[in-house]
């Protein structure tokens, strides 16, 4: 008896941690379209859960139609040199007068991050130090704590938590392995819910309001390229020295300060950086046919 409750109790343990989703870079891709639609009426108090196995319902909800995105390669867009660092975009479509704009990611086998944001109007904003968006492998509990900073304005930090996984309802539709992550952006916070296979957004809450993004196209494409798999950069933290294992020939490396300014040139994959102050620094590294940048940090 003892042996038969001890493989039951076993097996509703591994059952329980396989029913945790993780989150991993090659679960987004481009290729998908969603509408956007703005939430009103929403039952606050069934969003504010965190959790294992828990059900959000917001099928009460009222949705408004408020415009359209796309998940793109750079190469559909027209801006795939002047953000050379980006490999993967989305493209929002206004309703109201069908106006577009870009925001515009860095993906990785480690991070998401946002390149730029509102490209294409007036209002177009470049990241000096990326701010990421996801950190993978991402599974429940986990959280990442990352610094960015905007042109023409100071460093801040994001902190973006996993803090519950199970099933997302919207009116007609239900959606099973669904994670929910809370983010604190310098002090501002909002809730998102994604789907973590495919790796898709669902549902965002905060200050500004509810949207509920609505798959209406799946990816057939090929998972977007890791621009990262060019290089390896070790130690990091890097007190003196940084090494580079680079998978192609490189024709130039360079270092750039949280500021954006450039600190250092190179070719070589040993680089000396004991000139250096302490603090993030993000390389970049070109070859014949590729380019990628990775952050690291000088003690």
């Not at 038969?4 to 998908?32: H, K």
């Not at 990442?144 to 905007?150: A, G, L, R, S, V």
């Not at 949207?211 to 998972?223: D, K, R």
């Amino acid at each position: 008896m003892k042996k038969i409750y001890f493989f039951l109790l076993t097996l509703i343990i591994a059952t329980s941690l396989a029913a945790q989703p993780v989150v991993n870079s090659n679960n987004l891709e481009t290729g998908s379209a969603f509408n956007l639609y703005a939430m009103s009426n929403v039952n606050i108090a069934n969003l504010a859960t965190a959790g294992a196995d828990i059900t959000w319902d917001i099928s009460g909800a009222t949705a408004t139609l408020i415009g359209s995105v796309n998940f793109l390669e750079m190469s559909e867009t027209p801006y795939a040199a002047a953000y050379p660092e980006a490999n993967f975009a989305m493209k929002f479509t206004s309703q109201s007068d069908a106006s577009v704009s870009y925001s515009l990611f860095n993906l990785t086998e480690s991070v998401f991050e946002e390149v730029a944001n509102n490209v294409g109007t007036a209002n177009s904003v470049s990241f000096l130090n990326y701010r990421t968006s996801l950190s993978f492998p991402f599974s429940f509990n986990s959280s990442n704590t990352d610094t960015y900073q905007k042109e023409n304005q100071e460093i801040k930090t994001i902190i973006n938590m996993y803090d519950g996984y199970g099933t997302f309802t919207a009116n007609a539709s239900t959606t099973t392995e669904v994670i929910r992550m809370n983010t604190d952006d310098n002090g501002n916070t909002s809730i998102n819910w994604w789907k973590s296979d495919p790796l898709v957004p669902l549902f965002q809450g905060s200050s500004n309001g509810f949207v509920l993004w609505e798959l209406t196209s799946t990816s057939m494409s090929i998972p977007v390229s890791h621009s990262n798999q060019l290089i390896e950069i070790y130690p990091n933290p890097a007190a003196d020295e940084l090494h580079i294992i680079n998978k192609e020939q490189l024709s130039k490396i360079e270092i750039y300060n949280s500021l954006g300014q450039l600190q250092l040139t190179t070719t070589q994959a040993l680089i000396d950086i004991s000139i250096l102050k302490s603090g993030v620094y993000i390389l970049k590294a070109w070859s014949e046919k590729s380019y990628a940048s990775q952050k690291f940090m000088k003690y």
